[in-house]
């Protein structure tokens, strides 16, 4: 602002310095000094003088592309006046002089390989009509969407006729944006937004960035591509504008991304933090009639908080809606409406809901191509199937209406189907609901819930939860309702709309218990009942006991002896899920057998017979289905009811209850358990099924790693037999050749020592501890944090262990090392990776004090049961919005600021992990805050420690130095530049301590 102020001082004084006659003598001189100063004094915010500058140019041209110019700065400052009809007509007359009509058709075979080779247009008239149309495109919108479909066609065909310029990369997006819109053509879409980014890129063509980029990642991207991926490059093309001083493009752009941030289902608080920001720079731009539209959104976000303190200083309802009248601010009238009828329908006002739902109905011409649209006609089918029950004489056209809706948000959810999937399968929800298809409902909740979460929609997964509890609590089923009320209430909490939550615990006294003193999320027992009798004789259960799943997945994680942990595991599950019999199938060469069966009229558990699943009382059609499906399928009168009932098995035995359920870990189907109980219907509540979901993780882990240790024993056995033979054979040899008695020595010692000891243990360790480490495609889905590992297992087995969780948008970061070397060393690591990610699981709130200290019980225990004398070191990092909450002893963490060197001392925030029962008098925390391009180093002393040649140690000095050296470089550069200096040290040295390095950085 400064440095425009500056040039309409400057531009004034040379004003200033002509005469009466210098439109005469000095044409060019003058015109250039008040076209640059008009556009100045637009920029700097003083709009009245630009327009007396503008007034006089437009007397004195000669020419009509000498006023182009002006009229280009005119139809911004009309539009700062919010006077956007002026704007559109200010346009059409420039354009009428052009001599460039507006076409009413599209140009006929559109093919993108040719518009991108078109030749270089010189056309100057050409030029100056598509600078006009692309001004004209936020008036025509906000105000006259008929004129948008005409402009759009006009500037192609202004490519078309004269060839490709930096402006065509606008007219290209334009038109983009138009067929994701009210021509309906996404893919084609999709790909003249791509054409447009790679014409820009072609020439260059910065002062367009802004609005070709806006265009693209506000109409175009997220009809084929998550809408959360728009956030960033939005706010990158915020900063762009202002630095081309682009300022109305800036507010354009700071708008879609204050909506877009909204409907993406980020938290509330970041929201309503990005918000006000957006507010405030539109504030100081200057640009009054931006405002408005953001002040909106800003409310329905303080509303949704419970902040109506603050929300009521934004602005006067009634007085907004007057002046938007008005001002025939279309798009801006369209969202209040629609968050007046999302507000409403959250707290169940469906009446008022529905009538402004019908209200922003008439304006979704003004967001053509906006993803508020999917928004809206998600709540307005939503509000019509709430009312239908009310109504008699018009569910017909309810009915219609939402038919409609759902036909084009399946379109889009073909396109897109991880922003709207979850959103058609909700409101088919509710259809099947209000039409009694109960089951249809029930399935079509559970794929609604499963599409918002999977695909980080937490408002929608939130309201999925709520819906389908209503559903069950409607049909009588109250333990059902709780259950997902209870999910419901705590979504709405970890996404910030404590009304939300207050509406809830309002409603619904007799199942939640105030919790809305913060809005930070509260942990909450979930579902399952803490005793399950076997015969499944009482009708329902009590809350889960947290210490008995605790204790089962203590249990399960220390045990790796493949037979003692397939009895324990049977044990427990029989227990806990109400099953008569169970059988647990483990794959061998692409067929199943069964590895373990139990029956409750017995103690004993068979295991390790490898029986195929041939002529064995389990149902086969349900194993392949779940072997395929990888799903649970739960049967409560098998005989009756699902697509098994003419199965043989289920025929001839007619079992009353099965379930069947898939073990998986990190995408692999480790195996599968199969349950029965033939004395009871509906044997296998839900509240039993969340058991087994939550155990189910757990129990993959301990089978995979039990098999893994299987196979290390086995060949340990087989390389003892192979040290036996060649032992004996020695053992003749030497009594032949007396000579060779000290090679054979040798031989024996190096076989001893090496063989077994190396490559049977050092190999599959080195695999247990290679499975333990976060994959890149797991690190690449972090948010806000550039995250690269490393770890290399020494020549002698250690047991160093890193891990990153990211899960309901927490991040937990660990990083440990196991005392001594060896296989137990390395059965501790995995242990550890085990424990954490249960504990994850069950965790709703990370309190890291609590979480190490849970942690550290389970170890403990473990290590007394494997009779070792061994412990850990372990650092735990919980990360969140900048924010790094540092726990546990382990080495000193290394921060880097903008090449300064922090140490931070973890002395006194832990104690070793394993040597005592309970340390939670020892574990503290501290927190430090990351700025973007801060960088935190984790390590292990095998990098500190590690000694070359010369016996010197490697030390902590030499790695911060490194890491000062290279902190401006990405993660993963920062670690090869690590690793590789550590290797240079080492040189030819062996290597007796595993190395690993994690290292952080806050993105930008």
């Known amino acids: 602002a400064t440095a425009y102020g500056a040039a309409v001082n400057y531009l004034t004084l040379g004003q200033e310095c002509l005469t009466e006659k210098s439109w005469d003598r000095s044409y060019d001189l003058t015109l250039n000094l008040f076209t640059e100063a008009a556009e100045a004094a637009y920029i700097n915010g003083d709009f009245e003088y630009s327009l007396r500058l503008i007034n006089t140019v437009l007397q004195q041209a000669q020419e009509v592309l000498d006023k182009v110019k002006v009229y280009e700065v005119k139809i911004q400052v009309h539009s700062a006046y919010n006077q956007l009809p002026a704007s559109i007509e200010t346009g059409l007359e420039i354009l009428q002089q052009l001599d460039i009509p507006l076409l009413k058709s599209p140009p006929p075979n559109l093919m993108i390989e040719k518009l991108e080779n078109l030749p270089t247009s010189t056309d100057a008239r050409q030029q100056a009509a598509m600078r006009i149309l692309m001004l004209l495109l936020p008036a025509?919108?906000?105000?006259?969407?008929?004129?948008?479909?005409?402009?759009?066609?006009?500037?192609?065909?202004?490519?078309?006729?004269?060839?490709?310029?930096?402006?065509?990369?606008?007219?290209?997006?334009?038109?983009?944006?138009?067929?994701?819109?009210?021509?309906?053509?996404?893919?084609?879409?999709?790909?003249?937004?791509?054409?447009?980014?790679?014409?820009?890129?072609?020439?260059?063509?910065?002062?367009?960035?802004?609005?070709?980029?806006?265009?693209?990642?506000?109409?175009?991207?997220?009809?084929?591509?998550?809408?959360?991926?728009?956030?960033?490059?939005?706010?990158?093309?915020?900063?762009?504008?202002?630095?081309?001083?682009?300022?109305?493009?800036?507010?354009?752009?700071?708008?879609?991304?204050?909506?877009?941030?909204?409907?993406?289902?980020?938290?509330?608080?970041?929201?309503?933090?990005?918000?006000?920001?957006?507010?405030?720079?539109?504030?100081?731009?200057?640009?009054?009639?931006?405002?408005?539209?953001?002040?909106?959104?800003?409310?329905?976000?303080?509303?949704?908080?419970?902040?109506?303190?603050?929300?009521?200083?934004?602005?006067?309802?009634?007085?907004?809606?007057?002046?938007?009248?008005?001002?025939n601010n279309l798009s801006s009238l369209f969202c209040f409406y629609f968050a007046k009828s999302l507000q409403s329908y959250l707290f169940k006002d469906y009446a008022t809901a529905l009538e402004n739902a019908l209200q922003a109905t008439q304006y979704e011409q003004a967001m053509t191509g906006m993803l508020s649209i999917p928004a809206h006609k998600f709540y307005e089918s939503l509000a019509y199937l709430a009312r239908y029950p009310n109504v008699s004489t018009t569910k017909t056209q309810y009915l219609t209406k939402v038919a409609d809706n759902q036909h084009q948000m399946e379109i889009w959810a073909n396109h897109a189907p991880l922003n709207f999937q979850h959103k058609y399968d909700l409101v088919e929800a509710e259809k099947a609901r209000v039409l009694g298809q109960n089951w249809e409902a029930a399935e079509l909740y559970e794929k609604a819930i499963a599409g918002a979460k999977e695909n980080e929609y937490l408002h929608e997964e939130a309201l999925a939860y709520e819906l389908a509890a209503e559903f069950y609590l409607g049909r009588g089923m109250k333990q059902f309702a709780q259950t997902y009320l209870k999910e419901a209430h705590y979504r709405y909490q970890?996404?910030?709309?404590?009304?939300?939550?207050?509406?809830?615990?309002?409603?619904?006294?007799?199942?939640?218990?105030?919790?809305?003193?913060?809005?930070?999320?509260?942990?909450?027992?979930?579902?399952?009942?803490?005793?399950?009798?076997?015969?499944?004789?009482?009708?329902?259960?009590?809350?889960?006991?947290?210490?008995?799943?605790?204790?089962?997945?203590?249990?399960?994680?220390?045990?790796?002896?493949?037979?003692?942990?397939?009895?324990?595991m049977m044990h427990i599950v029989i227990e806990n899920a109400g099953a008569e019999t169970g059988f647990l199938l483990l794959p061998q060469h692409d067929n199943w057998f069964i590895e373990a069966q139990g029956h409750t009229d017995s103690d004993e558990i068979n295991v390790l017979q490898s029986l195929s699943i041939d002529n064995q009382p389990i149902a086969e059609t349900i194993i392949h289905y779940v072997e395929r499906s990888q799903e649970h399928v739960v049967l409560n009168h098998a005989t009756q009811e699902g697509q098994f009932t003419r199965d043989p098995h289920i025929l001839k035995q007619r079992p009353k209850s099965v379930l069947c359920a898939p073990l998986i870990n990190q995408g692999k189907l480790s195996g599968l358990l199969y349950l029965e109980n033939n004395l009871t219907t509906g044997a296998f509540t839900p509240d039993r099924l969340e058991v087994l979901k939550v155990l189910s993780s757990q129990l993959a882990i301990s089978i995979?790693?039990?098999?893994?240790?299987?196979?290390?024993?086995?060949?340990?056995?087989?390389?003892?037999?192979?040290?036996?033979?060649r032992t004996e054979q020695l053992a003749q040899a030497n009594q032949e050749i007396t000579?060779?008695?000290?090679?054979?020595?040798?031989?024996?010692?190096?076989?001893?020592?090496?063989?077994?000891?190396?490559?049977?243990?050092?190999?599959?360790?080195?695999?247990?501890?290679?499975?333990?480490?976060?994959?890149?495609?797991?690190?690449?889905?972090?948010?806000g944090l550039d995250i690269a590992g490393f770890m290399e297992p020494a020549d002698e087995v250690g047991g160093d262990y890193y891990d990153v969780l990211y899960q309901d948008g927490r991040v937990l970061i660990g990083i440990g090392d196991v005392t001594g070397h060896g296989l137990e060393s390395g059965?501790?690591?995995?242990?550890?990776?085990?424990?954490?990610?249960?504990?994850?699981a069950s965790y709703q709130e990370l309190d890291s004090v609590k979480f190490l200290s849970a942690l550290n019980q389970m170890i403990y225990h473990n290590v007394i049961r494997m009779n070792a004398e061994k412990s850990l070191t372990l650092a735990l990092l919980s990360y969140q919005d900048g924010q790094l909450l540092l726990t546990g002893q382990h080495e000193e963490m290394i921060v880097v600021r903008k090449g300064e060197v922090e140490l931070i001392d973890t002395i006194d925030l832990g104690f070793q992990i394993g040597l005592e029962p309970d340390i939670s008098d020892f574990v503290a925390q501290t927190k430090v805050s990351l700025n973007p391009g801060d960088v935190v180093v984790l390590y292990t002393d095998g990098i500190t420690e590690a000694i070359n040649t010369e016996k010197e140690e490697y030390r902590i000095e030499r790695l911060c130095e490194v890491v000062k050296h290279n902190w401006q470089q990405t993660a993963q550069e920062i670690r090869e530049a690590v690793i590789d200096n550590v290797r240079q040290f080492i040189g030819q040295q062996k290597i007796y301590d595993d190395i690993t390095l994690l290292v952080i950085k806050q993105k930008y």
């Open 140 to 327: 025509a919108f906000i105000t006259n969407p008929s004129f948008l479909l005409p402009m759009g066609f006009t500037l192609v065909n202004l490519c078309i006729n004269n060839g490709n310029s930096p402006l065509a990369a606008f007219a290209y997006v334009f038109y983009a944006m138009l067929l994701c819109g009210p021509l309906s053509d996404i893919e084609l879409g999709y790909q003249f937004g791509k054409l447009s980014l790679r014409i820009q890129d072609k020439f260059n063509a910065i002062s367009l960035k802004c609005k070709v980029e806006n265009l693209f990642y506000t109409f175009v991207m997220a009809w084929k591509e998550p809408m959360k991926r728009t956030l960033k490059p939005l706010r990158e093309t915020v900063q762009v504008g202002i630095e081309i001083g682009d300022i109305e493009c800036v507010c354009y752009t700071v708008l879609n991304y204050s909506s877009n941030i909204f409907l993406s289902g980020q938290s509330l608080e970041q929201v309503n933090a990005q918000q006000a920001q957006c507010s405030d720079l539109i504030h100081k731009l200057k640009q009054e009639f931006h405002l408005y539209y953001a002040l909106i959104w800003q409310q329905l976000v303080l509303n949704l908080m419970g902040k109506t303190s603050e929300a009521d200083e934004l602005f006067h309802e009634e007085k907004l809606l007057s002046f938007l009248h008005q001002t």
């Open 494 to 568: 970890q996404w910030g709309a404590l009304a939300k939550v207050r509406d809830l615990e309002t409603r619904y006294p007799q199942f939640l218990a105030p919790k809305t003193a913060s809005a930070i999320p509260t942990t909450y027992a979930t579902l399952s009942g803490t005793r399950m009798a076997s015969s499944s004789t009482k009708g329902g259960s009590d809350w889960f006991d947290f210490n008995s799943l605790m204790k089962a997945a203590q249990t399960l994680s220390g045990e790796i002896v493949l037979g003692q942990l397939l009895e324990k």
């Open 704 to 725: 995979e790693n039990a098999l893994l240790y299987r196979t290390l024993e086995q060949k340990v056995e087989e390389r003892t037999a192979q040290l036996a033979g």
């Open 739 to 783: 000579a060779a008695n000290q090679q054979i020595t040798a031989l024996n010692e190096q076989l001893e020592s090496e063989n077994i000891r190396m490559s049977a243990e050092l190999d599959i360790s080195r695999h247990l501890q290679q499975m333990l480490l976060p994959k890149d495609e797991e690190l690449e889905a972090i948010n």
């Open 827 to 840: 059965a501790l690591a995995i242990m550890v990776q085990s424990s954490i990610r249960t504990l994850l």
